[in-house]
């Protein structure tokens, strides 16, 4: 995909503890009210969903994501796409944290389609080492998604 083909922002989301809580992690499921506010997120600002959650991996998890978003009225198109699978172990061998592969596997989409595009990433895993304050929202994984959160989300994809 092309960077002329997404002119929207982008908005990466993870999906445990963003639209499940840790009550409810460990397996295929996701929340349909914690769905319906990323639906109030993607109404708002027309953003493209690309997925940094591990769960790209998974076809019958994504399979089942699209179906939750049909649920509420999502068109599952919003999702673009996904971020690329980078290697635990960097260029000099070091071990790279979970946080620092998430973030790097971010920043390397943006590097190549979204340059120059709007972006914020959500995660319950704290990327504030990794990402700048304008490109990241935070969920505490006990609650997933809050109303909080989506007004973040919306003020941070929106263009002021
Ligand atoms: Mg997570």
């Not at 840790?22 to 499921?29: D, P, T």
């Not at 592969?101 to 990433?121: F, H, N, S, T």
Request: hydrophobic share 35%; proline share 2%.
């Amino acid at each position: 995909m092309s960077a002329s083909t997404l002119q929207t922002p982008l908005l990466f989301l993870d999906v445990d503890g963003v639209l499940n809580t840790s009550l409810q992690q460990g397996g295929k499921y996701v929340h349909p009210l914690l769905v319906k506010r990323l639906k109030k997120v993607v109404d708002s600002t027309h953003c493209s969903i690309i997925i940094s959650s591990t769960w790209r991996k998974r076809d019958d998890y994504m399979q089942y994501l699209r179906g939750m978003f049909g649920d509420v009225g999502l068109e599952e198109m919003v999702i673009k796409g996904n971020t690329i699978s980078l290697e635990v172990t960097n260029k000099e061998g070091v071990i790279l944290t979970p946080e620092q592969l998430r973030g790097d596997e971010i920043k390397a989409y943006v590097a190549e389609v979204g340059e120059g595009l709007r972006w914020v990433a959500v995660d319950d895993m704290d990327l504030c080492r990794e990402l700048e304050e304008d490109n990241f929202v935070r969920t505490n994984v006990e609650s997933g998604l809050s109303s909080k959160n989506v007004n973040e989300l919306i003020e941070k994809l929106s263009n002021k």
